[in-house]
């Protein structure tokens, strides 16, 4: 188990991580966009948006949206044109996938258009999409082929999956529907998932790639127990936090400590001292 950390927000470590659901508070996944200073905003419904100051890309925290899609993020060449890629999480999708997709958004912002808006190529015989499959692949994730046009590959247990779509796609419902280019959940069946994740055509495979590291970290989620009665059929394990043991002890400690059991030193013996003014001693009766 992961040592104890005090910021830790539950009780109960969640493993494997793809069957954990979201958090409550969805700040992790909004500040790395927020500490590159994009304003704020807020719909009359309580719904959230950030913006960048370009129009270049935009994200919604859609709590009071109309679906379930939570989390909205676009990005645009042409901000009063059409989206050039879309990236959909539900509200139930871990919120840690969705924080390591802004994350890598936040640097790929920084870095310029040229990263952000970098259209991966989608020719099989490219491995540009397949750098996303990667980290699946090294921690034992399998390739797998659920229908046909549709490359995938499933978690050890077959209870998570990233599927990608080949072949024509219609570029509205990619935005607005799970008929994306990419497509990952968590759950028994894909129609009805534990939570999902859409992200369309041309969105680039270093973001995606960002959220399939976070997907197959062996590390197990933090989550409050009371809030895991999704997983009363046993899919998940759930491990308890141990509270925080006593601080290692210092070498000062440790000196103090043996200090404390050594026995007490036994008083010094009362000797007389002779000195020019002191009496001779006078011979006594033998006995």
Not at 189 to 208: F, K, Q, R, V
């Amino acid at each position: 188990m992961p040592p104890h950390d005090d910021t830790l927000d539950g009780d109960a470590y969640i493993f494997p991580r793809h069957l954990a659901l979201a958090t409550l508070n969805g700040d992790p996944a909004l500040d790395p966009l927020l500490r590159l200073d994009w304003p704020p905003t807020y719909d009359a419904r309580g719904n959230l948006y950030l913006s960048a100051p370009d129009g270049s890309v935009r994200l919604g925290y859609l709590s009071e949206g109309p679906d379930d899609g939570l989390w909205r993020i676009n990005a645009y060449e042409d901000p009063f044109g059409l989206p050039t890629w879309g990236v959909c999480f539900n509200d139930r999708c871990p919120t840690e996938f969705v924080t390591a997709f802004t994350t890598a958004l936040a640097a790929a912002y920084e870095q310029g258009p040229g990263a952000y808006l970098a259209t991966p190529v989608h020719d099989r015989a490219d491995s540009d999409f397949f750098r996303a499959f990667v980290p699946l692949l090294q921690r034992g994730w399998r390739i797998d082929n659920p229908r046909w046009g549709v490359f995938a590959v499933e978690s050890r247990d077959g209870l998570g999956a990233v599927e990608y779509t080949t072949g024509a796609l219609d570029p509205a419902a990619e935005l607005t529907t799970r008929e994306a280019r990419w497509h990952l959940w968590a759950g028994a069946t894909p129609e009805h998932p534990l939570w999902y994740a859409t992200a369309s055509t041309d969105t680039p495979t270093a973001l995606i790639r960002a959220v399939t590291e976070s997907l197959s970290d062996p590390t197990p989620l933090p989550r409050w127990r009371q809030e895991t009665h999704t997983y009363a059929d046993g899919l998940a394990q759930l491990t308890p936090i141990l509270p925080p043991g006593p601080p290692a002890p210092t070498p000062l400690d440790v000196q103090r400590a043996a200090a404390s059991r050594r026995p007490a030193a036994l008083p010094a013996a009362s000797v007389p001292r002779w000195s020019t003014s002191s009496r001779p001693v006078l011979p006594g009766a033998r006995r």
